[in-house]
């Protein structure tokens, strides 16, 4: 019997109980014990509930009692989860989380501490929900050089992109309908605005290159901005428009960021719909690989904690090494990232080609003062130049 | 320093010695020591080239060197690759082999040996090249009941029937062109037949119900049947047509078949196109998830067999689990699994409805004197029964 305390007993939390009871005995054959939830961490009392007998609400009953081996952490944020979190590595307990800002602002630091005491630390539901990611990157693709990393991490945004391509609706609509339906936060910003992606394709890629990646570096966009119309033109292209959290190998290290992109029909990522998530890999001898399903929900997020459980209750007494130092990566300055940019203007025809070339024009009905038109390949502080010399751009929306 | 020896210096084979080049630094970084290949075993001597000091021709040479803790094997077939694997393992050597026949037919009990000798059988490259498919089911979905696994696993037919799709052409035709582009064998048989497919989806299965599967017990049909009519009335659907590997978890057990299928555009795998390999899998709580990639070829094969090597190097004195033992599995019958069919015939649509219901009826300009249907849901039984009532069915081919 291997005793577990789980803290913060939210939608996660209570779903990791959910899915060690659902699976009792598939999970205990596979740990080679039973999992036991012995002490529950929440501020609420849950009076009448089945729980009740297990909850606390002092993180240090659980440091100090040596029977607990694992401690499952889905209270969300960074502090005081980092407190906890920290003291029970101190104390030689194994962690899993699903806490992608705990991960990204503290994952190298975390990693190392669990490393001198020999426990484990373990965060595969952080990114990509129930998507073995993590543990693919760490133990699958180990063989390879990484050189681009490209995700739909983010179930809400591909809902709303995926209902606004769909349906053709505003921004708007499909928010208030992504509220009522429980895919998008009262307050959605850390979704709409990207930051969310951001803090994972932060973690993807320092575990990609082994170093610290901070999320603060990234030029992150969210998407807000695309409207009806943009989607207009995406379909008379044949694309789909996407929010990707990218992060692509280059001479001068690491080219990231997350922003929305025109997809064609034959992009890995084109057909990943609804709040599904999908994570694109290229390895310098694996080639393109993919891996698709839900991104975030209850259950799903919950089952990437219990097998974190499962692999935790293998090593109980081995770390399993993580490459993610706390040394910093340098990332490629923005303004040299490379892309081709999808721009709308009303600017004429004549001067936009003066400013980028023999672009061909794509027109759609309805939009009759205005033209559309894809770029070369040029680095983000090119286009931008052009983008002012041509003045009058209605919209700039990469292109995959 | 960790010296391993390479059985078989085929196309995997050679491949694995140079990703462990290409990539020795980064290997060796996750290794925690470097990788060195010490012999290659095989019935050539290769003189003048690079390799030709590690050619041994007899195993025991390996078997007898307690330096080599890693053995590769990428002979292919199930002897002598049983009896060398055997030895390796009773030699107390971890073992990585890329044999999909080898491991369906012994990977239980090799298996069971190594655990015995605390080492580690390891095969992700048996199924799906590249796709980390094996490791994910044994370290990553384990909070899960997997209830479906179902495959595009063999890269040769998908790309035979991605060309007849897309261009119509006819069955040999295309062989011919896969045979010249060294997608298909001179002897294709164990592709277009599904006999390959068969042994990969014996080995998913294994994995999923932690018990044997044999293959011999797996209903299994190849493409050699499908014609440019086929392909025309599945593009008159907007659907594709694609070889499936395929396991059900039903009351009586798994269902389990290899054969041809209907895809929606909305099925996962529906765009999985030319040599590329998919895997979909359902799981109790994790939902629907896909693994996606290179199914094959010399560099993503030989990139799952160094990655084994690199989990095997941060294992040298543990012996993974890995559930699936030598218990027979029961599969139900295949006259009791369910499924649709799409049935082509020349009898009176009046008879077709007597028989199989109120089927709606597709027809396909130049092929006046037949008519197309899919039926409701029915075991393969009933579906027979049904079929020879009709009389004069021109093609079957089921719908998923």
Chains 1, 2 share one sequence.
């Not at 440091?63 to 401690?71: K, M, S």
């Not at 990484?146 to 179930?155: S, W």
């Not at 943009?230 to 990218?246: E, F, P, Q, T, W």
């Amino acid at each position: 019997m291997i005793k577990i305390a789980i803290m913060g007993y939210g939608t996660i939390g209570s779903g990791v109980a959910e899915v060690l009871q659902v699976n009792r005995e598939s999970i205990a054959r596979r740990s080679g014990e039973e999992i036991e939830v012995k002490y529950i961490l929440d501020l609420r009392d849950f009076p009448g509930e089945a729980v009740q007998d297990k909850i606390v609400h002092d993180y240090r009953m659980i440091v100090n009692d040596p029977e607990v081996r694992i401690v499952v952490e889905t209270m969300g944020g960074v502090e005081p989860a980092y407190t906890f979190v920290r003291a029970m590595l101190e104390a030689g307990k194994h962690v899993t989380t699903s806490n992608k800002a705990l991960v990204a602002a503290r994952g190298a630091e975390l990693i190392a501490l669990a490393k001198e005491k020999n426990v484990n630390f373990m965060f595969e539901a952080s990114v990509g929900g129930g998507i073995p990611i993590i543990r693919s990157l760490n133990s699958c693709l180990t063989a390879d050089e990484i050189e681009e990393i490209t995700g739909i991490v983010n179930g809400t945004t591909n809902y709303m992109m995926t209902r606004m391509c769909e349906e053709g609706l505003e921004f708007d609509d499909v928010l208030k309908d992504a509220q009522a339906k429980g895919y998008a936060e009262k307050d959605p910003t850390a979704d709409i605005e990207g930051y969310d992606a951001c803090r994972k394709i932060a973690i993807l890629t320092s575990l990609v290159c082994g170093q610290q990646v901070d999320f603060e570096d990234i030029h992150t966009e969210g998407i807000t901005a695309i409207t009806s119309a943009d989607i207009r033109y995406a379909a008379k292209m044949g694309r789909s428009i996407k929010l990707l959290a990218s992060s692509r190998k280059t001479k001068d290290g690491f080219a990231a960021m997350v922003a929305p992109f025109l997809l064609p029909p034959k992009h890995p990522l084109h057909n990943v719909n609804d709040v599904f998530n999908a994570i694109f890999v290229h390895g310098n001898v694996l080639g393109d690989a993919m891996f698709y399903g839900s991104g975030a929900g209850k259950l799903p997020t919950a089952s990437a904690v219990a097998a974190d459980i499962v692999e935790i209750a293998r090593h109980l007494d081995v770390n399993i090494a993580v490459e993610w130092s706390t040394k910093k990566q340098r990332l490629v300055d923005f303004g040299q990232i490379e892309n081709r940019y999808f721009v709308r203007t009303t600017v004429e025809k004549e001067t936009i080609r003066k400013v980028f070339g023999n672009v061909s024009f794509v027109s759609v009905e309805g939009f009759k003062e205005e033209c559309g038109f894809i770029t070369e390949v040029m680095c983000e502080a090119e286009y931008e130049k052009k983008a002012r010399e041509l003045g009058n751009v209605l919209q700039m929306i990469r292109v995959a």
